[in-house]
C-alpha cells in the first residue's frame, strides 16, 4: 500500500471541492442508473484522478462522481474494478481507501451476479447476509498499515446488520421483493461451467460474481459500515442451463436496478 499514492490522490480531491462526502457507493456492471439520481456537483474521469486505475469493462463509465441525494453528500463509482481486468487487490481497493480517507460514515455497494438458488429467479434483487472469497487474494495481504485497522480484522459479520435491517424494512414498505443470501467471489471473467455452478451453490452460496468482497474486506478493516445488494440477472440451475452473454446480463441489470436506485436513495435518506 503506498501511503503517499493514497494521500496525493485524497488532497487532489480536496482541492477540487470534494468535500466530507457522508456515503460512498459503488456502481456495478450494467447498474448506471443511481448516478442519474445524484445532484451531480462534480464529475471526473478516472483517468484525469492521480494514482486512480482505470475501468477497461466496456459497461463502466469509469466516472467518480460527487453530489447530493437527499441533501447527503455522496461520493459514487460509476464502475469499478476487478481481478479479470489484470488489476491488483490494493488496486480494487484503492477507491475505497480514498473514499474512507475523504470522511464517508458508509458504503453502499452493488453488483450483478448469477443466480445459484434455484428457488429465486432473474431480475429479483439479494440482499448480501454474507461471502465466501475464492478470489486468489484480498486487499490485506502484505505489511498492514495499523492506522487504518488492524492486522486481523474481525469479519464475523462483514454487512452491517443496522444498515440490512433498514434495507430489509425499506423493502417491505416499497413493495419490493429482496432476498437475502451469500455471495461468492471468483475471478472470472468466463462464466462458470454446470459442475462449477453445482459446487458453489453446495458450499453455501446463493449468488455468484466477480467483486464487491475485495471492496467490502477493505471496508471492514477501515471500519466502514457497509451494505451491497445484488441484481441477479442470470439463472445458473446446472440441471436446466442456458447459454447466456454479458449484453444479456447487462439487460436484466438495467431493468432491475430501478429497484436498487429506489432502495439505495430512500436508505439514504435514513442514514
Not at 457522508?22 to 494514482?51: C, M, Q, W
Not at 472469497?133 to 502484505?142: T, V, Y
Not at 458453489?200 to 459500515?225: C, F, K, Q, Y
Amino acid at each position: 500500500m503506498n501511503i503517499n499514492q493514497l494521500n496525493q490522490t485524497v488532497e487532489y480531491l480536496k482541492n477540487e471541492g470534494v468535500d466530507l462526502p457522508y456515503v460512498g457507493i459503488v456502481l456495478g456492471t450494467g447498474l448506471g442508473h443511481l448516478a442519474s439520481r445524484i445532484n451531480v456537483i462534480k464529475e471526473f474521469a478516472y483517468d484525469t484522478i492521480p494514482n486512480f486505475p482505470v475501468s477497461t469493462v466496456e459497461s463502466h463509465a469509469g466516472k467518480l462522481i460527487y453530489g447530493t441525494i437527499a441533501d447527503k453528500k455522496v461520493l459514487a463509482m460509476q464502475g469499478r474494478f476487478h481481478y479479470y481486468e489484470g488489476y491488483s487487490m490494493e488496486q480494487i481497493a484503492f477507491p475505497i481507501r480514498v473514499m474512507k480517507l475523504l470522511g464517508i460514515k458508509f458504503l453502499l455497494l452493488s453488483n450483478a451476479a448469477g443466480c445459484l438458488n434455484i428457488n429465486w429467479q432473474k431480475g429479483d434483487l439479494m440482499l448480501l447476509d454474507d461471502h465466501i472469497n475464492m478470489l486468489p487474494g484480498n486487499p490485506l495481504i502484505g505489511k498492514n498499515n495499523y492506522d487504518f485497522g488492524p492486522r486481523f480484522p474481525d469479519m464475523s459479520a462483514p454487512y452491517n446488520k443496522s444498515i440490512n435491517q433498514k434495507l430489509t424494512q425499506l423493502a417491505k414498505e416499497n413493495n419490493i421483493q429482496l432476498r437475502e443470501g451469500v455471495y461468492v467471489a471468483v475471478t472470472g471473467p468466463m462464466l462458470e461451467t454446470r459442475a462449477e455452478y453445482r459446487f458453489l451453490h453446495r458450499i453455501g452460496a446463493d449468488a455468484v460474481g466477480m467483486s464487491t468482497v475485495p471492496e467490502v474486506i477493505t471496508a471492514n478493516h477501515m471500519n466502514l459500515p457497509c451494505a451491497a445488494i445484488s441484481v441477479l440477472t442470470d439463472e445458473c440451475n446446472p440441471d436446466d442451463l442456458q447459454p447466456v452473454n454479458i449484453d444479456q446480463i447487462i439487460a436484466v441489470a438495467s431493468k432491475a436496478e430501478v429497484k436498487l436506485s429506489d432502495l439505495y436513495c430512500n436508505l439514504i435518506t435514513v442514514l
